[in-house]
């Protein structure tokens, strides 16, 4: 992996032990880094795919300020065409060099596919996080299972991103986060 993209995650790593330590997001969220972002646009240095739940505050838990992530968020952190063409254009128009798969602890899509009924458009995430866990059982396997599945699908359902990763330009990696300890592990 090119040295860039290494330091990208190192970074991320160490805000999120900033975060895990302080309790707190430190970044600044002042007037001038708005004004700034509007006047020169955003450059997020990363994409981060995560699920919907209300405990995954994603740029709190990388200790992140306006302009440093692109965040995606599904419940069950799946992706179709729409959160696809968010990842690429986070990548190829942005400028993010790292698209991190984060999935979390006590998921509770994960959950409602281990147990295997759900209704409405609800259904349609949990057959995709069926898809990704198979009959695995284990909640926190399967939590892990679904997060590759996510990064998997990413480069086998996009030219662009997968030509990307080829070109080294870009990194997609997985981790996950622990909703108790406020800890991101990468897998």
Do not use: W
């Not at 991320?12 to 032990?17: E, F, G, L, T």
């Not at 995606?72 to 400028?95: P, Q, W």
């Not at 069926?130 to 399967?142: D, F, L, S, V």
């Amino acid at each position: 992996m090119k040295q860039e993209l290494q330091n990208i995650i190192d970074l991320m790593m160490h805000k999120n032990a900033s975060f895990v330590i302080s309790g707190e997001n430190n970044s600044p969220l002042t007037a001038d880094i708005r004004k700034d972002t509007t006047v020169n646009g955003q450059h997020p240095y990363a994409v981060v795919i995560t699920c919907s739940d209300s405990r995954m505050p994603a740029e709190h838990i990388f200790s992140a300020g306006i302009g440093e992530l692109f965040v995606i968020r599904t419940a069950g952190n799946v992706v179709s065409d729409f959160e696809i063409g968010s990842v690429e254009y986070g990548t190829e128009h942005l400028g993010a060099k790292i698209v991190m798969v984060l999935g979390h602890s006590y998921c509770g899509a994960v959950s409602a596919a281990i147990e295997g009924h759900a209704e409405g458009h609800i259904k349609s995430i949990i057959n995709e996080i069926t898809q990704a866990i198979g009959t695995e059982k284990n909640p926190r396997k399967c939590e892990i299972l679904n997060t590759l599945y996510t990064a998997h699908k990413l480069i086998e359902k996009s030219k662009i991103l997968a030509n990307l990763v080829k070109e080294e330009k870009i990194a997609i990696i997985t981790a996950m986060y622990d909703i108790e300890t406020g800890v991101v592990k990468l897998i």
